[in-house]
């Protein structure tokens, strides 16, 4: 078996007396944990999400006892399945998947270091949408020391190397999110990834010049969405081909930044 520990650490406010209010630190380590349970099914399970984060196909979770004289947590995972990683990349890949998916969810700038996880983010399915999705209210909930004081910092730290991920006020308002109540209309551009099966994708959007993560709601009819997978063709083809009209409901953090795009209708733009 493949142990990996490492710690939650939480700084100022409450956490400065090591102390934390009972029920903001339960509702904390109960959101780290699904994060963590969803990241490491994905990392041993083929990329395959499990949303609801209260089991891992291959490994345990476990909280050891908290070092005295700070409010940090020790945290063990245990890898039972021997043929699902090698124990000589399992800490490096955990890691960096952790960092790649999170940072992702959080607005941070990063991109994958280790063979094992560029290989899910260069998959044409998109991995990485329908993973933010499943970490954006475990990441939340992990942030509830932050919600009753802005001053908190949390850092999830790996042994001997440092922060791997750090929460505060700022990360907060990128998993703080809103959807709008009206459908924006002949929103224009071109799919870049798409799984047929999840519903899950990703649009390059002419006007903002940027590639936005999106979900088809399931009232858009099978021909609409074949219109997905044209538009994912032809734009691999040619540049400026494959190019759609989508109306959609948009999920907006706190920051005002579009999360992702709720597709409630698809036409072919006409040229």
């Known amino acids: ?101 999170w940072s992702k969810t959080l607005d941070l700038a990063f991109e994958p270091e280790t063979p094992h996880v560029k290989s899910l983010a260069e998959r044409i399915e998109p991995f990485i949408g329908e993973m933010e999705e499943a970490l954006e209210i475990p990441l939340e909930q992990a942030h509830r020391p932050i919600k009753k004081d802005e001053n908190v910092v949390i850092a999830f730290k790996r042994q001997r190397v440092g922060d791997v991920i750090t929460l505060n006020s700022d990360t907060l308002k990128s998993v703080s999110l809103q959807t709008d109540a009206e459908i924006t209309e002949n929103i224009k551009g071109n799919v870049t990834r798409y799984n047929i099966l999840s519903g899950y994708g990703r649009f390059y959007d002419d006007e903002l010049e940027k590639t936005i993560s999106f979900k088809v709601s399931d009232d858009v009819s099978s021909t609409q969405k074949q219109l997905l997978t044209w538009s994912l063709h032809f734009a691999q083809e040619a540049e400026g081909a494959g190019k759609l009209l989508i109306s959609a409901k948009k999920i907006i953090t706190a920051k005002g930044a579009i999360k992702r795009y709720l597709v409630s209708s698809i036409a072919q733009a006409q040229i």
């Open 1 to 101: 078996m493949t142990k990996i520990t490492f710690a939650i650490k939480y700084h100022h406010g409450d956490a400065t007396d090591g102390r934390l209010d009972m029920y903001d630190a339960a509702v904390s380590f109960q959101g780290f944990a699904k994060a963590i349970s969803i990241t490491t099914h994905a990392l041993l399970n083929d990329g395959e999400i499990r949303k609801k984060g209260n089991k891992i196909d291959g490994a345990e979770l476990y909280i050891n006892p908290s070092r005295k004289g700070s409010f940090e947590q020790i945290v063990t995972l245990v890898i039972t399945n021997k043929e699902a990683i090698g124990a000589s990349i399992a800490a490096a890949a955990f890691y960096d998947l952790i960092k790649w998916t």
